[in-house]
């Protein structure tokens, strides 16, 4: 059963153009969302997050919108840059607890120049 | 500052072997999490602790897995009579900690194939 939902395994979208990756939860508990940015043979790295209480976030061309009735967020990259290519994991973590993060399977996103 | 350190980097071992996996988390934090990621998966819990808290084991596999915390710093997973499908990068994260934000810094894992 899985709570969080990457449905694309891939995107590929043209340097200068917008990526948007998409994210859908189950768990109406999850409070607190984060996208992290992997390259081959690295740990995830930390690139955004919102709170539930919020419906867009913004940092630089990074951008997360979180649609709470429809338990669906997305990230927005723009414009994309080569160097954004890499897996995207959406993340959510439950209200209280021990605040594990729960991931989607990620998205492969190509940026070609 | 420093960022969250694993060592090995990659482990290569035979079946049935025991296996002991090494985190430092970020100076400060409080919290530290370790997951694993088998090939073509996303990242799956395994344990959480939270200062002198009861750790959270709700997501090791078996009782062949367990970890330790010496106080809030170096962390290790050990995971006794290796199968195959053990086989996965083991990452390890820190966090300020419930009062302190709740984003996880990650580790670069370690590359765990058990033969």
């Known amino acids: 059963d899985q709570q969080v939902k990457q449905n694309s395994p891939s995107l590929s979208v043209q340097e200068g153009r917008i990526s948007i990756l998409n994210c859908d939860y189950t768990?109406?508990?999850?409070?607190?969302f984060l996208w992290y940015k992997k390259y081959p043979a690295e740990g995830p790295t930390f690139l955004i997050s919102?709170?539930?209480?919020?419906d867009k976030n913004e940092d630089g061309r990074f951008t997360v919108f979180l649609n709470k009735s429809a338990k669906h967020l997305s990230l927005h990259i723009v414009p994309s840059q080569p160097g954004d290519s890499a897996v995207y994991f959406c993340?959510?973590?439950?209200?209280?607890?021990?605040?594990?993060?729960?991931f989607g399977k990620g998205t492969k996103l190509t940026v070609n120049p | 500052g420093a960022g969250v350190s694993q060592s090995p980097s990659n482990k290569v071992t035979e079946k049935g072997k025991d296996v002991e996996l090494r985190c430092d988390p970020i100076?400060?934090?409080?919290?530290l999490y370790w997951y694993r990621q088998r090939l073509g998966q996303g990242l799956e819990f395994l344990i959480y602790?939270?200062?002198?808290?009861?750790?959270?084991k709700s997501g090791l596999p078996s009782d062949r897995f367990s970890a330790e915390r010496t106080g809030e710093s170096v962390s290790t997973l050990t995971i006794q009579r290796t199968q195959q499908e053990d086989s996965a990068v083991y990452l390890c994260?820190?966090?300020?900690?419930?009062?302190?934000?709740?984003?996880?810094?990650f580790g670069p894992g370690t590359r765990l194939l058990v033969l």
């Open positions: 994260a820190s966090s300020k900690g419930t009062s302190g934000g709740k984003t996880q810094y």
């Open positions: 768990n109406s508990m999850f409070d607190y």
């Open positions: 919102i709170s539930s209480i919020k």
């Open positions: 993340a959510a973590v439950t209200q209280g607890g021990s605040e594990k993060l729960v």
């Open positions: 100076s400060g934090h409080t919290a």
């Open positions: 602790f939270q200062g002198n808290s009861a750790p959270d």
